[in-house]
Every structure is written in C-alpha cells, then in structure tokens.
C-alpha cells in the first residue's frame, strides 16, 4: 500500500483538525431486555475509567430515540476506553461521537456505532444546536 505525503495542502483541503475536538460522548442505549447489560457495562465502566457518567434516562431523550446513558471522556481517553467497549459491550447499541461545536455533524457524518446504529431525532440537534441542548445539557 502506497502512502500518500500529508506534509502539503494538495490533499487535505477542507480537512478538520482533530484538536477541534473537545471529547467525546458514548451514549449507551438500553431497553427492557437489555438494561441488566447496560447496567453492569456502566459499573465496569466506573471501575475502570475516570469518565463522567450521565444519568440514567429510561426513554428517549433529546435526540435519542430509546432510554440510554451518557459517557464523556476526553480525547486522550478514547485509545483505552473505546476498544474497551468494542470487546465488552455485548448486545447494547453505542454512539460514539466528538464534540467539535457543531452538533449536527457530530452526531451525523462524524460519529462511529458500535452495533447496529439507531435513528437520531435530527430534527431536535437541528433545532437545538446552537444552545448545544442535544447532549452536553441534557437535564
Ligand atoms: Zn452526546
């Protein structure tokens, strides 16, 4: 495989820097069948990572469309954290995203699923993005 030069602009026009980026959320969605899953991922995940952990929500909220809970990390955080979740997660759905500021791309074209995706109220980020309501503030 033939890597290409980064050093000049030809080839990453309009390319963001990854410090743009804040951190990240993991939002972790659980259901009736799956909420003993969700539960015992959480306290691994407490055990394990100094993460902020959001409260539980047991139905939609914001832009999410099933009950879940929130992980915040920072950046440094993600090379120990995600590939933990890939091996541990199981059954539960997990959005990944950054938080670059612009919430409709975040939680859009910049994310990463773990699992098979869920839909997202786009119409709530689109609405709410610039009070930035669909995560960070989420009662
Ligand atoms: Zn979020």
Not at 108 to 125: R, V
Request: hydrophobic fraction near 45%.
């Amino acid at each position: 495989m033939r890597i290409l030069a980064t050093t000049g602009a030809r080839y990453d026009k309009g390319m963001r820097d990854a410090a743009e980026n804040a951190g990240f959320h993991a939002h972790v969605y659980f259901d009736a069948a799956t909420r003993e899953k969700a539960v015992g991922f959480r306290e691994a995940i407490a055990g394990r990572f100094a993460v902020e952990l959001g409260r539980w929500h047991e139905g939609p909220i914001g832009p999410h469309t099933s009950a879940m809970y929130q992980v915040a990390f920072s950046p440094e955080q993600f090379a120990s954290i995600v590939p933990w979740m890939m091996l541990n997660r199981g059954v539960l759905r997990v959005l990944v995203h950054p938080m670059t500021g612009d919430e409709v791309a975040d939680h859009t074209s910049n994310p990463l699923w773990l699992g098979e995706p869920l839909p997202l109220d786009l119409d709530f980020i689109r609405a709410h993005a610039s009070r930035s309501v669909p995560c960070g503030k989420l009662p």
